[in-house]
């Protein structure tokens, strides 16, 4: 069945109390669109939906305008890799590396996990233009895009989080990509994090990501009745790619490269691999390019 939903955003909650931050993300419409330009499979757009649920989250993190983080796991099972990467400014984008598997896509009930396979690396990488900011690794068995991300924070920030992630699919397409991130600040009530623990571990939690609970149901329902709610942020499927980045990389090439594409009458023909949209530049402007490069 089709599921509820909202407007991708990304909404956050806090209790004094217990010293416990909420993040929850919406992100179907953003997988929806992605696994539409990268033309996936049903498989391949279920790992990309839950790992862009779980870069989205991450992006909560970002603090300066300009700033990324990205998400990649390169794994053993036949998706073979997926990057995902989120922008200060709501922006999410990706791919996963392998995009049509046709023994799992042709299953009635699509298993992300066997796609996955046993053994995932797992690197996130914040950014700014020109210089990275911080980065960290680790590695999960089996694959799991939270397991994954628990253990960055766990080993890399030392940090005590809860991820859940709920990516659906009805007929073959994204039904929904949401997510949810839960810490404990060093101050906080362990006592409290235990419970909410243990309502993760039984599948209250996913239940209400499945549902399309609001975050103040989900607060609710995990004990945290005195949460203080922030704004919702939007988030968008979007890419940094333009024609003019295309041009700017065409100049960039050797001239030989350039003249062999007019002798050839071939014109360029460049795809973004994070958002699969494609570019063409023709005959006449390559030779204006090649002009302009002296």
């Not at 996936?40 to 992006?59: F, R, S, W």
């Not at 990467?85 to 046709?102: C, H, P, S």
């Not at 929904?176 to 309502?199: H, K, M, W, Y």
């Amino acid at each position: 069945m089709i599921m509820s939903k909202v407007a991708d955003s990304r909404m956050s909650a806090f209790s004094p109390s217990a010293k416990i931050s909420v993040v929850q993300v919406e992100v179907t419409d953003s997988a929806r669109e992605l696994e539409r330009s990268h033309l996936c499979g049903p498989t391949a757009g279920l790992i990309q939906a839950e790992a862009l649920a779980g870069v989205a989250l991450l992006g909560s993190e970002l603090s300066l305008p300009d700033e990324t983080v990205s998400l990649r796991l390169k794994v053993s099972g036949p998706v073979a890799g997926v990057l995902v990467e989120a922008a200060a400014d709501g922006g999410l984008r990706g791919y996963t590396q392998v995009k049509v598997m046709n023994d799992l896509d042709a299953c009635e009930e699509l298993d992300a996990s066997a796609a996955l396979g046993e053994m995932a690396e797992v690197q996130v990488v914040r950014s700014v233009p020109g210089k990275i900011l911080s980065s960290g690794a680790t590695d999960v068995s089996p694959a799991s895009v939270s397991r994954g991300l628990e253990q960055y924070f766990r080993l890399s920030l030392q940090r005590h989080v809860l991820i859940q992630i709920s990516a659906l699919a009805y007929g073959g397409f994204i039904d929904c990509a949401r997510g949810v991130l839960i810490e404990c600040l060093p101050d906080g009530n362990r006592e409290q994090f235990s419970r909410i623990t243990r309502l993760v571990e039984d599948g209250t939690v996913l239940e209400c990501l499945d549902s399309s609970a609001s975050l103040a149901t989900l607060c609710e329902t995990v004990g945290l009745s005195d949460c203080a709610f922030q704004p919702a942020k939007p988030l968008r499927f979007a890419c940094r790619c333009s024609p003019e980045r295309v041009e700017a990389m065409l100049a960039s090439m050797p001239k030989p490269d350039l003249e062999a594409m007019i002798l050839e009458n071939r014109p360029a023909q460049v795809f973004c691999h994070m958002c699969g949209k494609g570019y063409q530049v023709g005959l006449e402007r390559i030779a204006e390019i090649l002009r302009s490069s002296g």
